[in-house]
């Protein structure tokens, strides 16, 4: 008889609850969600989710993380940087007013607040790659060398996380055009696209 | 022998109350303060700090709802849009990487995220009347009429906010100096000052 692996047994039972959390997220949305339910899709103990990440914020993180790992974050790159950013910034603003998921970047971003290591953990595995993606398009586009790009693709997301997280105004499509029309004096109006 | 007057000793109690929360929060900052010490410097009951407000959060809201209601929020105006705004965004910039400052706006930040009145209360008491502030400043610089100002501002603000909140770079007067630079290309290169 072969001895089982536990190793591969527990890659198996990690990938299970992780594409549970995934799936309840965007079935019931953040609130809603609990360990027993996600204990119950993947067919895993309660005990083992908590025995490996402590709770429902962690599991949480770590399906949003292993979506940014496994899927394409890049930007399209039609040769039109404009009509790209467009695209780019108005799925953003479409998801920060999408109120199921806005209640999880919330939930979110109080753990990050409260929690050093979380908010590196936050900054470097889910953040850091869109941001990065972004500022490859920007280059890619032509800006002109004397552009930070760190603070151009800041210039970009800042004011839409600025404007869901003080709820200042409303995040609609016309207000995704206009921050890109602003972004593009700053940076693009000398970018060859 | 005259009556005693409730409502202006309640007015005195409340003001002596918002000065020492306020000089407490300079002091040893919000991590440290309790409802105990602002009780003893404002020479006021423990409890009456609870009835009235509720709580810690509460009160140093209140206190700073106070300083922006009774400062002068108005920007400079040199006649040179760029160094007025430089200015501003150095001190903003200076403000949130002072970690005393940045402990308290990190706290009333989870408040807010966690309460959609107390939200709406730092929006509409705390951040507009500083936003505005420079939207009147952007009026004065002759901005073209086809941008829109609340888009301007947070511009202005969101990147600032973004780097703080998100930790994704360092908070210097160099970074204050080359958003200033990429925000006058996208509104001011058209002002007049």
Not at 12 to 29: H, N
Not at 134 to 153: E, Q, S, T
């Amino acid at each position: 008889m072969p001895t089982p692996d536990p190793a591969r047994r527990n890659e198996r039972s990690r990938r299970a609850i992780l594409d549970a959390t995934r799936a309840l997220l965007d079935e019931t949305g953040y609130a809603e969600l609990t360990v027993g339910a996600i204990a119950a899709r993947a067919g895993a103990g309660k005990q083992t989710i908590y025995r490996w990440w402590g709770g429902k914020s962690a599991v949480v993180l770590d399906a949003l993380f292993d979506t940014v790992a496994t899927g394409d974050v890049a930007l399209p790159d039609t040769g039109d940087l404009r009509a790209d950013l467009r695209l780019v910034v108005r799925a953003t603003v479409a998801e920060f007013a999408d109120p199921r998921l806005s209640a999880t970047t919330r939930a979110l971003t109080v753990e990050t607040l409260s929690d050093e290591t979380m908010a590196g953990e936050v900054r470097d595995r889910l953040l850091r790659p869109q941001l990065d993606a972004v500022k490859d398009r920007l280059r890619a586009g032509g800006v002109p060398a004397d552009v930070d790009l760190d603070v151009a693709v800041e210039l970009i997301f800042g004011p839409i996380y600025h404007r869901w997280l003080l709820r200042t105004g409303p995040l609609t499509e016309d207000y995704a055009d206009r921050l890109v029309d602003l972004v593009m004096a700053a940076i693009g109006d000398r970018a060859s696209g």
